[in-house]
């Protein structure tokens, strides 16, 4: 069946380093990938999405592709920033409908100054 | 932000006892979600809503059941809580695919 499947974690980073966050995903056909962030106490929130094989989403300095040849969907920033500290989820949505979402584990990432 | 609220916010309770949780958007979206989370497991969808009335079970539906006699609400009960269902609980909304709108979460303590 789908899945997803993305790096354990915990990531720490010190300030402005390169964050790379990994996601590989299983699916029949090209489906959209997404990404999640959940920041401390809160519920997920849409960080960025792709439709289509090589696609890139970005939005507040992350970016990721969408990658058929390798099926993944690799979630990087140039410059972290202590905000960026929180929990990142990949996810595809399941192809029965009822725009259901199948869920990595979830990627903590802590930025130190 | 999405106009979607869960109540109560936190709450404590013991083994068998029943339990509800609410959920209510403001958004008028035709789908709602529960999840719950966990450490180690991310997210896992326990039930889901696709219009009033209509439910389906998720991946981790037992000792759970959900209600939806309007758009805005969607309510989650457990029947007779346990300690295995000590977690958070998030509500989520979708109009679009792919797009959810989750709500702040319920920390629920089963003693």
């Known amino acids: 069946g789908d899945s997803v499947t993305q790096m354990e974690g915990p990531v720490t980073l010190s300030e402005e380093a390169f964050l790379t966050i990994n996601c590989t995903y299983t699916?029949?056909?090209?489906?959209?990938l997404f990404w999640y962030v959940q920041y401390p106490g809160e519920g997920l929130q849409l960080l960025l999405k792709a439709t289509k094989a090589d696609d890139k989403g970005s939005n507040k300095g992350f970016e990721a592709t969408y990658r058929k040849e390798t099926t993944s969907f690799h979630l990087e920033k140039g410059s972290v920033q202590v905000s960026d500290s929180a929990v990142y989820f990949c996810a595809l949505p399941e192809q029965t409908g009822a725009n259901n979402l199948f869920f990595g584990t979830g990627t903590r990432l802590t930025v130190i100054p | 932000d999405a106009g979607i609220t869960q109540s109560p916010r936190h709450k404590v309770t013991e083994t068998g006892t029943p339990v509800t949780l609410r959920c209510h958007q403001t958004?008028?979206?035709?789908?709602m979600y529960w999840y719950r989370q966990d450490p180690g497991h991310g997210l896992r969808l326990i039930h889901y809503?696709?219009?009033?009335?209509?439910?389906d079970k998720g991946e981790v539906s037992d000792g759970y059941s959900v209600s939806r006699s309007k758009t805005e609400d969607f309510l989650l009960t457990l029947e007779s809580a346990t300690s295995s269902q000590t977690s958070v609980y998030f509500c989520?909304?979708?109009?679009?695919?792919?797009?959810?709108?989750f709500g702040p979460g319920t920390r629920l303590l089963v003693l």
């Open positions: 699916a029949t056909g090209y489906p959209s």
């Open positions: 958004e008028n979206h035709r789908y």
């Open positions: 809503s696709y219009g009033v009335k209509d439910t």
């Open positions: 989520a909304i979708s109009e679009s695919k792919g797009n959810q709108y």
